[in-house]
């Protein structure tokens, strides 16, 4: 089946340091790719869509120079947390969307990524 | 009209009983409604999913029931096991237009707990 990759699945940086996020669809090609927020107990957040090749759209409220994303080729997508602060801990996680096939589009979703700002 | 409803918020079942999650949308638009399995920890997992036209999917001891006309759509799981106990999330999208529209909206949750 499909899968999709998130690394690192923990990391801890110091405040002020940045922090990279990388998003792989593994077995498929994908022009599409998700980043989701998630805080304890509740849903998930999306903040923004990544296009291969093209700037991201990112949702109202969320800094597009504090969470920079690049999607640059079509297997793997990155999250870098700029400046982080520690209001930036949470739980990171990214989604692809997979086209086609009998099903018709299927989006998947990575394991997460736990960023702890100290 | 970008929402899902999700009831109930939590969920306690006997093992071997049903659980039934519920969810409700407004946008006629959307096309496409997975559910989530979700244990602490880790990335939502892809459970199973319907598109509109058809009433009615089952994956094993897992069922989606999809109901257009009344705009809801239900996860049921059958015999259901301490294994099962998780956060549930469903979800819709437009899946026709991909891109940003292509984004799933989710639900809030609902915590299952499976006793034995």
């Known amino acids: 089946g499909a899968v999709v990759s998130q690394h690192p699945s923990r990391v801890i940086c110091k405040s002020g340091t940045s922090v990279k996020i990388e998003c792989r669809s593994l077995?498929?090609?994908?022009?599409?790719m998700f980043w989701y927020r998630q805080f304890p107990k509740q849903s998930l957040m999306l903040m923004a869509t990544?296009?291969?090749?093209?700037?991201?759209?990112?949702e109202q409220g969320v800094e597009k120079d504090k969470f920079l994303i690049n999607h640059a080729s079509l297997t793997l997508s990155t999250l870098t947390v700029t400046s982080a602060h520690p209001e930036d801990s949470s739980f990171y996680i990214c989604?692809?969307?997979?086209?086609?096939?009998?099903?018709?589009?299927?989006?998947?979703f990575g394991e997460g990524s736990w960023l702890t700002v100290v | 009209q970008q929402q899902v409803k999700q009831s109930p918020q939590s969920l306690i079942v006997q093992k071997g009983g049903i659980s039934i999650i519920n969810c409700a949308y407004e946008?006629?638009?959307?096309?496409?409604f997975p559910w989530y399995q979700q244990f602490p920890g880790k990335g939502p997992a892809l459970l199973i999913a319907?598109?509109?036209?058809?009433s009615e999917k089952k994956e094993g001891r897992f069922t989606i029931s999809f109901n257009k006309s009344a705009k809801q759509f239900s996860l049921h799981i059958m015999d259901s096991q301490p294994g099962d106990s998780a956060t549930y999330f469903c979800?819709?999208?437009?899946?026709?237009?991909?891109?940003?529209?292509?984004?799933?909206?989710f639900g809030k949750g609902t915590k299952l707990s499976v006793k034995p």
């Open positions: 989604s692809a969307s997979r086209t086609g096939g009998t099903s018709g589009n299927t989006i998947y």
């Open positions: 077995d498929f090609q994908a022009t599409t």
């Open positions: 990544s296009n291969e090749g093209s700037k991201a759209t990112y």
């Open positions: 946008n006629t638009a959307f096309d496409y």
């Open positions: 319907i598109r509109p036209d058809v």
């Open positions: 979800a819709a999208s437009n899946m026709k237009h991909g891109g940003s529209q292509g984004n799933l909206i």
